[in-house]
Structure formats: structure tokens, C-alpha cells
């Protein structure tokens, strides 16, 4: 027993050297989900769901009607009213600088029907404008609704669905993804150097030994398992600190997922190198099987 | 007593038989070495006392032990120096040697291992950045470091520099001189004369012979060959192959100008006679030399001289 022990602690270290004093390995394993990460988070970090539209409202000459507009219009949380005017020629100027994305031209008396919208000619398509248009449809029909004492027979419930108590940003989908990511590329390009091991003739020189071949899996399975664990928390630190990606932990969850994850990408990856008989026919294998 | 038994071993791969018939002894302390040409089934034989490849026909045993039923004694009463030397390249020799020392029940201690492999020096360069011979040498070292009682050699001098092939014969008489037995094979005829205690020749598969090299020697040929040359023009040398001709001891000579070669039982009488008749004739003679035969000339009698590749 305590030679097996012995035995085990000896490969571990050996596997454990040869994996740290492997660039490749280094490169793959460690710095290239980490490059990958920094990437999409910094093109996808800054994309936010929350719409929102800075604009004008006009209020030439203050009356019943254009209060009531005002006022409906402010509360619609996805219009920021940035600036309050009393000329139309202000609010086009606004919108050449480009300070707002639209203006509300609200009407100049009771008797006023017309609600005008000004766009720049460039935005006419734009998504916000087809928004503000739509949101500014709305607020008109009420009103026209009210106007006739009528009231609405059909009306849109909304309701909201949610997986669970936390709002999930794209950071935290990004850095669990690439965690998991990284974890099945380990398992499944981390075998390679096995086949390097078969075709360079030391799989059949420790046979020659009576070394225990089932600890010699066991032990390089353990030693990329906690390669895996120094993935995960390198990523998890980066994404973290870096890009504000939160983790959601259920340590149970993850230690179970994990477990259960690398091992089986493990076994892929040695069912993979059992039968290819060279190093390229692994890679394209692999490749093939990752995507 | 013989640690190691062959008999009547057979392998065919295919339509290919790569080893017909071979049956052998080994005693406990010797240098067995098996030589033949490319192909001949060395390395096959080899592989199938080493428990790598099965036989389809024959028996292994060392001693009392068969590697059907004790697969795992016999690993550790072996130690082998494969043809190619295997070996993690990121790893330094200490680290190889405390890695496959974890294998084994007993060990030899680590700096005597490489002490007599001369790698004390080296002993914490990564594999990849040691030369051919010191990769044989710690091939060896991983052989030693289960304190085998049979040591398998390969080939262990194939590819090195004249050095360090004398330094790897030293480490062989090292293990012989420790009682160690060592099966050997080896291209080079004169490393099988120096080393060997018995020499085992193979071809297509089958033992062709098996003795100790100077009684192979002895066995090919009782006759040595004398070269001799003159001074001055051809007719001493034209005389000289009249008289040598008359000799019974003389059963062939070769004339080139003034050059002679002949094959004498009786180099000593041969010369003799020669000397005689020169100093009458009052020819000199230029250079004299007898050619000692070598395991190079038993190789090449029984295996023959065409092209094995």
C-alpha cells in the first residue's frame, strides 16, 4: 500500500512537472482562455440591454393638452427628457449637435391636434426613432381615447418571466462560458501529449516496469483536474476584478458540475488517444468533436 | 544454475516468421550477447522474454518463474535498457530515477546509480538537454534502478561517439563485476568479443550458433593469414611463391607485385622457411603482418554477406 501510495505521489509529480514546465501547455490551458476572455469582454462588456433615448420636449406656448402630453411623456422611463425648450429652432439645433436624439414639438394650444417629431434625417430609420415614434403613438392615442370619453376593449398585459432571483449580465454568461469552455478543451486537448507518449515509445517502456498503469491514468487524470480548479479561479479572478462579471456560486453545484465535467471530457480525451495514432489525427479529431 | 530459460520460441507477424526456433541458456552473472544481421528477430526475441510482445509458441522462464502466472515477479527481477531510449524529456535524471525507483519494492540508492553511469554531473539537466550518451547512460541507470538480477541491453551502443562507447563497455564490466546477468545485443562485433561471455548468433530467425567468441574463432578456422611484402622488383616475390607453395602447412597464397598473402596453419614454421630462402637469395623483406581473425569473420562466415535491409 504505501508503495502504490508512493508510486501515485511520484507520478503526480511528474505529470505535475512536465505540465508546468510545458509552454504549450501553459499557453493553451491557461493563457489562451484567458486572452479569449479579454477579448469578448471587452467587445461585448459595454453592450447594454437597457434602451434608453435622450430627447427634447418643446413647449412653445404651455396649454392643457401639451401639460398632459409632458407630463405622460416624463414618466416613460425609457425617454430621458434632457432639455425642456420653447422654440422649435432650438430643438433642431440640438439635434444637429447631435446632443439629443429626438425632440417632441408638443401642441402650441387646446385646439392643436398635431404632435410633431423631429429626427435627424440620418436617424429617420434608426431603431431609437422607430421607439420614440412608437412610445409617442401611444401617448397620442390616449389621449385621443380620452378626448372622446372612450375606453380601451383590447389591451397588451405584459408579463415577465425569470430563471431565478439574479439578473444575469452578459459578462457573467461570457466568463461562466469560457470557464466551461476551458475546462472541456483541457479534457480534450490535454490528452495529446499521451499519444506523443505512445508514439515516442514511454507508454511501452513503463510497461516494461511493474509500475500500476491504472494509478499512471489516475494520477494524470488528478494532476489536470487541478489544472482545471487553477482555470477556473484565474478566470473567475479576471472576470471578476476586471469586467465586474459576477458569480453566481453554488459551491455544491459547481464542485459536482465540475467534477462530473472534466472527468468526462477527461474520457473523451483518453477514449480519443487510445486509438489515434498520431499526434494530427488527435488534433483533428478534437477539433472536430469541440465544436 | 540458469536465471534464464528459452525454448523453441515462435513468432510470426503476418505472413512474416520473425522467429522460427530459438532455445537458449543463460547463467546467473553472464554476458549473453545475441548478435545477427537487420531483421534477423533480435529485437522480437528480445521483446518476448521482456514480457512485451506474447510468443506463439515456446516457454520463458526465469528460474522458477513464467510470465503466465508471475508476470509481476519477473518485472522486478528485470531491469531493461530498451533500443530506444524512452524518456520524458522535461524531466531531469534524479527525477527519472526517484519516478521509476517508486516502481520497484527494493532500489539501489540514487547517486550510486549515477555515480556508475556518470551523471552525477547532470543530474538535474532536463532530459532534452543531454547528449545521445548520457540519454544511454541514464537508460542504463533506469535498468539498475530496481536492483535487477538480469539487465536487458539494446543496442545500448548504437549511434555514440568512440568514447563514449568505451565509457558505456565500462559500465557493462561495472554490472558484471556486481554478479549482474546481462543480455546484450549489439551491431558492433567488436564490443560482442570484448564484453561477452557467450555469443549467440541469430539469422532469419534462428540461432545459427551459440559459444564463447574465441571459441567461435577457434571453430571457424584453424589457418591465419600472413602478409609479407619486398623490397625492390617482383622476383622475390614471384620466387618467394614457389617455395611457400611446396609447404603442406600453406594452403593458399595471393600475389600483387611484391606483395604476398598467404594462408598458413603454421604461421611460425611458414616464416621460418620464408626467412631461410630469403637470406640465401639475399632478398629483403620489406613489412610483415599475421591477421589475427575476429568475431567480424565468424559474423560474416555464418550470416553471409549479402544485404539484409
Not at chain 1, 490528452?191 to 509500475?211: A, S, Y
Not at chain 2, 532536463?126 to 539494446?154: H, T, W
Not at chain 2, 622488383?233 to 604476398?260: F, M, P, Y
Amino acid at each position: 500500500m504505501a508503495r502504490l501510495m508512493n508510486q501515485f505521489k511520484q507520478m503526480f509529480l511528474m505529470h505535475l512537472k512536465i505540465t508546468f514546465r510545458e509552454k504549450q501547455a501553459w499557453f493553451w490551458g491557461l493563457f489562451f482562455p484567458v486572452i479569449l476572455m479579454v477579448i469578448f469582454m471587452f467587445i461585448f462588456a459595454d453592450s447594454d440591454d437597457d434602451f434608453e433615448a435622450s430627447v427634447a420636449v418643446v413647449e412653445e406656448n404651455p396649454n392643457e393638452v401639451s401639460t398632459a402630453i409632458s407630463d405622460q411623456i416624463e414618466v416613460i422611463p425609457v425617454l430621458n427628457v434632457d432639455h425642456q425648450l420653447e422654440s422649435q429652432s432650438e430643438a433642431e439645433q440640438l439635434i444637429k449637435d447631435q446632443d439629443v436624439t429626438a425632440a417632441i414639438v408638443l401642441p402650441q394650444s387646446e385646439e392643436d391636434s398635431d404632435v410633431l417629431l423631429l429626427v435627424n434625417a440620418e436617424d429617420e430609420q434608426s431603431t431609437t426613432t422607430q421607439v420614440v415614434s412608437g412610445v409617442l403613438s401611444n401617448i397620442v392615442q390616449q389621449m385621443n381615447l380620452q378626448v372622446v370619453g372612450a375606453s380601451e376593449t383590447y389591451a397588451v398585459d405584459f408579463q415577465t418571466v425569470t430563471t431565478g432571483e439574479h439578473e444575469l449580465s452578459y459578462q457573467d454568461f461570457l466568463l461562466t462560458g469560457l470557464i466551461a469552455l476551458a475546462v472541456a478543451q483541457g479534457g480534450l486537448f490535454g490528452m495529446i501529449d499521451l499519444v506523443d507518449m505512445r508514439r515516442k515509445g514511454l507508454i511501452k517502456r513503463l510497461r516494461m516496469t511493474p509500475v500500476n498503469m491504472s494509478l499512471f491514468g489516475l494520477s494524470d487524470m488528478m494532476m489536470r483536474l487541478l489544472f482545471s480548479v487553477i482555470q477556473i479561479f484565474v478566470l473567475a479572478l479576471i472576470g471578476v476584478f476586471l469586467f465586474n462579471a459576477t458569480l453566481h456560486i453554488n459551491i455544491l453545484g459547481l464542485v459536482v458540475l465540475f467534477i462530473v465535467g472534466a472527468l468526462s471530457f477527461n474520457a473523451i480525451g483518453y477514449f480519443i488517444s487510445s486509438f489515434s495514432k498520431t499526434t494530427e489525427a488527435t488534433w483533428a479529431l478534437r477539433t472536430f468533436l469541440a465544436f | 544454475m540458469h536465471v534464464l530459460e528459452v525454448n523453441h520460441l515462435k513468432k510470426s507477424f503476418g505472413a512474416v516468421q520473425a522467429v522460427k526456433n530459438v532455445s537458449f541458456q543463460v547463467k546467473q552473472g553472464e554476458v549473453f550477447t545475441i548478435i545477427g544481421p537487420n531483421g534477423a528477430g533480435k529485437t522480437t526475441t528480445l521483446e518476448m522474454i521482456e514480457g512485451l510482445v506474447p510468443p506463439d509458441q515456446g516457454d520463458i522462464t526465469f528460474g522458477e518463474l513464467n510470465w503466465k502466472k508471475n508476470g509481476e515477479a519477473i518485472k522486478k527481477k528485470i531491469g531493461v535498457q530498451p533500443q530506444l531510449s524512452a524518456m520524458f524529456d522535461l524531466l531531469t535524471p534524479s527525477e527519472h530515477l526517484q519516478l521509476f525507483a517508486s516502481f520497484y519494492d527494493k532500489n539501489r540508492p540514487e547517486e550510486e546509480i549515477l555515480k556508475t553511469v556518470n551523471l552525477t554531473e547532470h543530474k538535474d539537466k532536463q532530459v532534452r538537454n543531454l547528449s545521445g550518451g548520457q540519454r544511454q547512460r541514464l537508460a542504463i541507470g533506469l535498468a539498475m534502478i530496481g536492483d535487477p538480477e538480469i539487465i536487458f541491453l539494446d543496442e545500448p551502443t548504437t549511434g555514440l561517439d568512440p568514447q563514449a562507447r568505451r565509457n558505456l563497455w565500462d559500465i557493462i564490466l561495472r554490472l558484471k563485476h556486481l554478479d549482474k546477468t546481462i543480455i546484450l545485443t549489439t551491431h558492433y562485433m567488436d564490443e560482442a568479443e570484448q564484453l561477452s561471455d557467450r555469443v549467440c548468433i541469430i539469422d532469419q530467425g534462428e540461432i545459427v550458433t551459440t559459444d564463447q567468441p574465441d571459441a567461435l574463432i577457434k571453430r571457424l578456422t584453424v589457418e591465419r593469414e600472413v602478409r609479407l611484402s619486398f623490397l625492390g622488383h617482383e622476383e622475390a616475390a614471384i620466387d618467394s611463391e614457389k617455395i611457400l607453395n611446396k609447404l603442406s602447412v600453406v594452403s593458399h597464397i595471393d600475389r600483387d607485385s611484391t606483395e604476398l598473402k598467404i594462408w598458413t596453419e603454421d604461421p611460425e614454421y611458414t616464416l621460418l622457411e620464408l626467412f631461410n630462402y630469403t637470406k640465401q637469395q639475399n632478398y629483403q623483406v620489406d613489412q610483415i603482418s599475421i591477421r589475427e581473425m575476429s568475431l567480424e569473420d565468424v559474423f560474416i562466415e555464418f550470416t553471409g554477406k549479402e544485404w539484409r535491409d
